[in-house]
T-cell receptor, first 114, second 113 residues
Framework: EPEVTQTPSHQVTQMGQEVILRCVPI?????FYWYRQILGQKVEFLVS????????KSEIFDDQFSVERPDGSNFTLKIRSTKLEDSAMYFC????????????FGDGTRLSIL | DQQVKQNSPSLSVQEGRISILNCDYT??????FLWYKKYPAEGPTFLIS?????DKNEDGRFTVFLNKSAKHLSLHIVPSQPGDSAVYFC????????????FGSGTQLTVLP
């Protein structure tokens, strides 16, 4: 069964540094999402992406965050200047079309900011 | 802002018995509901979903019930198996959005052999 894959599985970064989290969505999927889960808290929506542009974003997704689909397969989340509170699991998800379809999630990247 | 609530952080059930996990929501715009299962160090895995036009959906051992008037849904697992032990998340989305999911806080299900 096709999977969403995320790399790296664990990223350790110094505060203030830039970090890029990578995702390869399922190949025929058209809608892409990033979520995060801070330890002990809920999974929270960050951003959705369709047709090479952001379709919706949460209040968490401020100017420090950006997303890109640099080629036909990768979907990236960049944090420009990381803060301690960015430490979390980041999950990528994708879906073929909206409506009546479950989002498929990757196994996540654990981001640790020192 | 708790639009989706799972009030039981944990549930223990004997193998072979029924597990019932509950979820409440407040946003009337939600029209699609999902249950995901999550093991440590893995992403959420889709289990079963239900559209707001239905009140029940069944898939093998898993049944989801939706009570729109009460803004309540539940997941029934019958019979429960030790491999079902995981964290279960309820999630909801609205058709007037980009279908992003709003998650509950999860219920840790432990099925005892």
């Amino acid at each position: 069964e096709p999977e969403v894959t995320q790399t790296p599985s664990h990223q350790v970064t110094q505060m203030g540094q830039e970090v890029i989290l990578r995702c390869v969505p399922i190949s025929n999927h058209l809608y892409f999402y990033w979520y995060r889960q801070i330890l002990g808290q809920k999974v929270e929506f960050l951003v959705s992406f369709y047709n090479n542009e952001i379709s919706e974003k949460s209040e968490i997704f401020d100017d420090q965050f950006s997303v890109e689909r640099p080629d036909g397969s990768n979907f990236t989340l960049k944090i420009r200047s990381t803060k301690l509170e960015d430490s979390a699991m980041y999950f990528c998800a994708s879906i073929f079309r909206q409506g009546g379809q479950p989002q498929h999630f990757g196994d996540g990247t654990r981001l640790s900011i020192l | 802002d708790q639009q989706v609530k799972q009030n039981s952080p944990s549930l223990s059930v004997q193998e072979g018995r029924i597990s019932i996990l509950n979820c409440d929501y407040t946003n009337s715009m939600f029209d699609y509901f999902l249950w995901y299962k999550k093991y440590p160090a893995e992403g959420p895995t889709f289990l079963i979903s239900i559209s707001s036009i239905k009140d029940k959906n069944e898939d093998g051992r898993f049944t989801v019930f939706l009570n729109k008037s009460a803004k309540h849904l539940s997941l029934h697992i019958v019979p429960s198996q030790p491999g079902d032990s995981a964290v279960y998340f309820c999630a909801a989305s609205a058709s007037n959005s980009a279908r992003q999911l709003t998650f509950g806080s999860g219920t840790q299900l432990t099925v005892l052999p």
